[in-house]
């Protein structure tokens, strides 16, 4: 029987936040609180529902939007602390209090043909089942939907997910445009009134959109400030064999949801709503699903849950990135053994390709290349082919010289030649090098030294092609003791139509984790969809790229403020392989390209820390550490797996100031980034163990340094320290710190 | 340069074929006569191009169907005798005329932006090149577009191609509606002029369409017949890498292509041709290409070709059913070591299924199954599960007994709970046996009598599932023994949206037929694209369905002139797994299904002549054998190879009569089959051995046999015969003969 009372709430577990959900009129509706004040304003949550040729009559035009009654709500409290394999923590907290409603949906019968001649017709009623579940954390909440088995729904099918986070106000917000297939724009910093005034300049930004759907539409993790100081993050966790989810602003004066036109770069259409489908306040997010080749967004077997739905909350900028609730959210380590997995710093033969200095194909000689009509021994050499074996070793030789694990080599493979947005389905076969790269020698070179080769497999995107090369692919690396691959998926999806952040493609990027971890193998997946806490569920997954990393700092340029911004958005949901360590910014001093990193030296030192990743690179030339070799010191001495973490300072898009305790050891490091305006840190350093002293080093900005006008000015001061001194360090414009603090 | 001459002709080696290509105006265009009669008036060949967001400046708005010059003509004759693997003679003869005619298009140049200050911006003229290849045999044409290499177009898109077949008159035809994912209707007999008349008749006979585009598109390959006498076949061969053609003809009212409106089942819109499309002839058709989920025909990279566009033409029925033009149209086999490629009878754990008597399924228990959340061992068997180990050992002992080589057993693995039309990836995985099918001891069981199990791999139309589990799947195969696999393609492809017959699927296909090569693996591929000769080139692509098989006896019936149609139609590409040999036609005789075959014992026995086929199924269940077990004596001796093969009389949809010699033997086999309304065949024993006697054995209808009426009422007579001897052997409506002519 349904439950009298339609309305049900649960606070966090020390009462600072309230959620509550109501079901009057059968529309299951939450709303938010945060110390009494409103966070989510009541909004709705359902499915519209898709149809096929296979729709079961009773199916059809129905969704899951209304017609609801409660038929349980059950509340429990829970509490485990749990040892990530890397991470910023050693442990992690995961406390919240659930509420779990079950609702009901009667369907109506519908007469299949003539009813038989003599016998009354019954109707049978059908009963369809969701359940709502809340957990409500101190730093925020997650929600999903469940769908138990029942024969009533086996199967579904998704048309839109239409779940509502309805804002109290006009907030400022840190966006990208929502895209379908890439999450590579600049931020844009904006009150939510002027997403739709300013979605064309975030569109055309460094020409990044590929797949733009409607002109308030943003991607998650989307961070937020209230006028009255509360920062509001939304995004999700375990997005698993479901559509990536963006976020489309309510037209307040349409009142409609608009979608971009098919096949038309700048016409949007209004999005037809279901017709029973209220209309939301203004400042509200509705949720938006990446489509496939068909426009289906999602094909459902229950029983099934969609990913969690996030809210972050604080009065505090620092608790959004001390956050483990995406992590808390997702499930348990599913590797049994994890003994292979490692934090890893690495360098690579990447940087100068990037630049354009070196090239990854081997050959300039055909117009276009089919791998197996290649003779490569014959191909005649374009002479600009960075994977080769004099070159990787100079890299090997400087890995095992500073302490790096592993080198990463890019262009080793043949197919380079043409690889990209030409519907090439088989463009790599990710096992036969050029014939400069001796695989087996320079992995036996590189063994000899105690560092390993990192593997390259650009997909081109061809995942059915990449899909039916994995288990060789992964038994080279396994033959030749490779524990770590990069993988990419520049251009457009084959197969055709299908988008970087649909359902089956996130089970793709699944299903590569998974197989990589049949062969110890971990994951750092390049333009892949955005992670949503995974890499606790899946720890081979080590990083990724899914924003715009170092490379655009040879596209253009990244502005000062975007590593301030992407440990409240990109972050979130996983570490990112951003690349740091550009010490030599104008890379006209070396190269044809024009473009620039806007950082200094010591800002670059910073993203060690700030950028938190158990994978981190030394990005720029070995030559170019050499001849900053003092600097360079810190990324030697820098750890990337941590004991403890704590955020000092944080403020979005201004600037971040982390202090991090190297993981089984005493040592701490503190790093500060900041944006185009400078920062003045203080830093007190409590965390350190009292009555202890510390040999302190402190990289900073020079006086006049700039990150555009004098990049390279910086000083190393050495001096001790103890517990309750206080550190104040000037960071630069565009500029930063680093701190190491070793314990005596 | 150009040549001054724009027209070339090439005859067929006897000189019956004359073969005229024209480029006059710059549109190539092809002709053919037969004996001095028009066959094909002058015919436009041609692409239409689509373009993407790749599609450099100067491809846009180009398309191939004009503007070309004639460069260079080149002719030559091929004569060679081949051997197939096997076949219906034991060589096959190779000889052609060819026309090879290369055409350059201009491509005119695009202003990149503006011309540098000073410098005189000089346009440069693209050039693209397009061979088309004509080659002309005794029995018919092939045609065919090949793109070499070239900077120019290194990658294009193909929106349609644009190949007419212009026909002389308003002929006869033996037609299937053009399908995106079937072929299994049944076969429209019509006038040309009477397609659009009766299209809805076709397609919704036997309610077996599933994505039909035009109101008068038609598949290949197409059977027709000219007031005159002439008989013109219509298919293609070689489709490697693209997508499955079909036919359109143009409606002669309104002179425009049509095509079914998207997302409406019953609503057809003009198609928009290309505006320099010159309006073809009445009787015309056009080629019409499978799309992809995005509705592209085709992405191409060069070098590469089409597959040849076919016509076979003769004045006598019977030369449409020996002509091995699709056949030698292929390349020569790829695979080097055949040894294991090997002709099969097999029976198998499948008609009862197909009736309805048992299940595929194991439980009944689930609304729904994930195959990793299954205990199967705890699961509640149904009891009509079919692949159990007590009846599967009983067809080992059945094909022991009677010599069949092989056992098919589908259902034999974890999923058929809920498989089709579900949209589920994860449908099978291809290595996990119910609890009651033992595989290890079934194997060995079999393996003891000297008969091996037929593996069945029904992939649900999820290509990408199988393509994950493949490898593992045919290592299993591997492991105990298996050397055969049925594959099924029931259901809508995943990857949403795709096609059966699309370039991508295509690929797929061929990506089975050569993995299972690699591991020694024959295949016989249902509901897979119709064959076009391919297994020329991997001969262990030993047969297919796409096509209406037996089955459908169970599900409604097929047409008793069906078998005198489709060695006419769907064996033009290679053979047809029909799974012949139903005795007890009348299926409410034994189970509650109340469909019945519309055949006659002795024209069941006549299919293992008349649809040739190196792979023989006996359909029925062993006790029905054993009832008729005199009968049966003929599916024991009758041979699955042959030395030899001599077609004695034919006509579409009426009759067909062969003469097979037995693969490395002196006996003969004969087989006749006709359709509802019977046939006096008249067999002159002329093939036979001058001078040596033969133990002739005559199955054949008794006098009152009928299909529907007295299917089960025939004779056996035996005698002595020799070279020269005639027998006359009457054939029942619905019914046939066998005769067995063992030499002494």
Same mark, same amino acid.
């Given at each position: ?17 309230? %959620? ?15 110390? &009494?004040?409103? +966070? +989510? ?15 079961? !009559? ?26 990530? +394999? ?30 038989? !001649? ?84 975030? +569109? ?52 409609? %949801?608009?979608?971009? %036109? ?7 259409? !209004? ?219 520049? &251009? ?38 955005? !992670? ?23 596209? &253009? ?114 790093? &500060? ?72």
């Amino acid at each position: 029987m349904p439950l009298a009372a339609l309305a049900g709430s649960v606070k966090s577990p020390n009462g600072n936040l309230v %959620l509550t959900f109501d079901a009057s009129n059968g529309i299951p509706k939450y709303s938010l609180t945060y110390k &009494g004040k409103e +966070v +989510v304003k009541p909004s709705r949550m359902g499915f519209e529902l898709a149809e096929d040729k296979h729709t079961s !009559p009773e199916m059809r035009h129905r969704d899951l939007m209304d017609g609801f009654m409660v038929m349980k709500e059950e509340t429990k409290e829970f509490d485990e602390t749990w040892k990530p +394999v890397w991470g910023e923590t050693a442990t992690i907290r995961n406390h919240y209090n659930e509420l779990c409603v079950t609702l009901d949906q009667e369907v109506m019968p519908v007469r299949r043909g003539p009813a038989t !001649p003599g016998i009354h017709e019954r109707p049978v009623t059908h009963t369809r089942t969701m359940i709502i579940r809340f957990r409500v954390y101190n730093d925020g909440i997650g929600f999903r939907y469940e769908f138990p088995q029942q024969r009533s729904m086996s199967y579904f099918l998704i048309k839109e997910e239409h779940t509502e986070f309805s804002m109290t106000g006009d907030h400022l917000a840190w966006w990208l445009p929502g895209d379908y297939d890439t999450q590579e724009q600049m931020t844009i910093e904006s009150r939510l009134s002027e997403i739709r005034g300013r979605y064309r300049q975030a +569109v055309n930004w460094g020409n990044s959109s590929v797949a733009t759907f409607s002109p308030t539409g943003v991607q998650t993790s989307l961070q937020m400030k209230t006028d009255d100081g509360l920062y509001i993050n939304i995004h999700e966790a375990a997005c698993l064999d479901y559509a990536t989810m963006h976020l489309e602003l309510v037209d307040t004066k349409t009142k409609a %949801l608009t979608t971009k %036109l098919e096949g038309s770069s700048n016409k949007y259409t !209004p999005n037809p709503t279901p017709s029973n489908y209220e209309l939301p306040q203004p400042f509200t997010f509705v949720s938006h699903l990446t489509p496939d080749a068909t426009g289906l967004k999602g094909a459902m077997q229950t029983p099934c849950n969609t990913p969690w739905r996030t809210i972050i909350v604080s009065d505090d900028a620092r608790d959004m990135l001390s956050s483990n609730l995406i992590l808390n959210l997702n499930e348990p380590c599913k590797i049994e053994d994890t003994s292979w997995i490692h934090p890893t710093k690495y360098c690579g033969v990447w940087w100068e390709m990037i630049v354009g200095k070196s090239s990854w194909n081997y050959t300039d000689e055909f117009p276009s290349i089919k791998l197996d009509e290649i003779d490569w021994t014959k191909a005649k050499p374009n002479g600009r082919h960075g994977a080769n074996n004099e070159k990787v070793k100079r890299y090997i030789d400087f890995a095992a010289k500073n302490g790096l694990d592993q080198v990463l080599v890019e262009g080793w493979n043949v197919g380079w030649e043409d690889w990209a947005n030409m519907w090439k389905r088989d463009v790599f076969d990710f096992v036969t090098p050029y014939p400069d790269f001796d695989i087996k020698m320079l992995n036996e070179y590189a063994h000899s030294k105690g560092v390993k080769l990192l593997m390259h497999h650009e997909t081109s995107s061809s995942t059915q092609n990449y899909e039916r090369h994995i288990k060789e692919a992964f038994e080279l690396m396994n033959k030749y003791g490779y524990d770590a691959v990069k993988t990419g998926y520049v &251009g457009d999806i084959i197969p055709r139509g299908d988008h970087h952040y649909s359902q089956s493609m996130n089970n793709h990027y699944l299903y590569v984790i998974q197989e990589a971890a049949k062969h110890h193998i971990m994951v750092n997946s390049h333009e892949a969809t955005r !992670p949503t806490g995974l890499c606790r569920t899946y720890p081979n997954l080590v990083g990724g790229e899914s924003a715009r990393g170092t490379e655009y700092e040879a596209f &253009g340029g990244n502005r000062p403020d975007h590593t301030c911004i992407l440990p409240f958005t990109r972050l979130q949901g996983g570490p990112m392989d951003y690349t740091p360590g550009i010490f030599e910014t104008k890379l006209s001093n070396w190269s044809n390209n024009t473009s620039w990193a806007r950082i200094t030296i010591a800002g670059s030192l910073a993203l060690y820390l700030t950028m938190y990743s158990p994978l981190q690179m030394a990005a720029d030339l070995p030559e170019h550490y050499e001849k900053y070799d003092d600097a360079f010191q810190f990324i030697r001495d820098v750890a990337c797996d941590w004991d403890d973490s704590r955020y000092l300072e944080a403020e979005p898009a201004d600037y971040i100031t982390v202090a991090r305790k190297a993981k089984g050891t005493d040592n701490w490091f503190v790093g &500060g980034k900041c944006d185009e305006n400078g920062h003045e840190s203080t830093i007190k350093l409590d965390f350190l163990d009292k009555g202890r002293k510390y040999q302190c080093t402190i990289y900073a900005d020079a006086k006049d340094a700039h990150y555009e006008k004098n990049p390279k000015a910086y000083t190393i001061t050495k001096k001790v320290v103890k517990a309750g001194d206080t550190l104040k360090v000037k960071e630069a414009p565009g500029g930063g710190f680093a701190i190491s603090l070793i314990a005596q």
